[in-house]
């Protein structure tokens, strides 16, 4: 094989690779059907952060703050991007963290302590849940319970979910190719 075509056996063999890894990836469930916390989920594709959001009109709790930060698998990521969908088996994990303004140099605005507070994901997984999606919720140290049908999350989702139930609104770059897919949805 000369060197000016030894790419040509290259770029095959890692296709197989990625398609390999992405048939790997995906959730995980414990044998009694817990979610099991993806231990590199903060090396995945980071989406959004917010500060102290809440889709309720209820008062803030005082003296509270939180940043809520969004990731999602790579690979559900490289198929969002070509499609404007998230494909079967996508992984969303949001972790909730305190905010704080005292601290080290700081002397105004906020960021983000190291008390993670819970995680929650949002999972798509069409032969498992019924509709297609479940939520979970963790400390991020045990396995994810699934929230109930019956929560509120999954109807406002349905509702207010721009793309596949996902509140990619809140998602700058998401939000874009979406559009540019014309699959968002204006809540």
């Avoid at 999954?154 to 509702?159: E, I």
Wanted: glycine share 8%; net charge negative; proline share 5%.
């Amino acid at each position: 094989m000369t060197r000016t075509n030894a790419h040509l056996w290259i770029v095959p063999l890692l296709l197989v690779q990625i398609a390999a890894s992405d048939e790997a990836g995906g959730p995980r469930y414990t044998s009694d059907g817990r979610l099991i916390v993806p231990e590199d989920y903060r090396e995945w594709v980071f989406l959004s952060a917010g500060l102290d959001m809440s889709y309720s009109d209820a008062p803030a709790m005082v003296g509270h703050s939180m940043f809520d930060n969004v990731f999602v698998d790579r690979g559900s990521w490289q198929r969002f991007k070509a499609t404007g969908h998230w494909p079967d088996r996508t992984m969303l994990v949001m972790e909730l963290r305190g905010a704080t303004t005292r601290g080290s140099i700081n002397k105004r605005g906020k960021y983000q302590t190291d008390e993670r507070m819970t995680i929650e994901m949002h999972v798509r997984d069409e032969g498992r849940f019924k509709g297609g999606w479940a939520f979970w919720v963790t400390d991020g140290v045990a396995p994810a319970q699934q929230v109930p049908y019956a929560a509120d999350c999954y109807s406002c989702h349905l509702q207010h979910g721009a793309v596949d139930t996902t509140f990619v609104q809140f998602y700058p770059t998401a939000q874009a190719i979406a559009k540019k897919a014309g699959t968002f949805h204006e809540p």
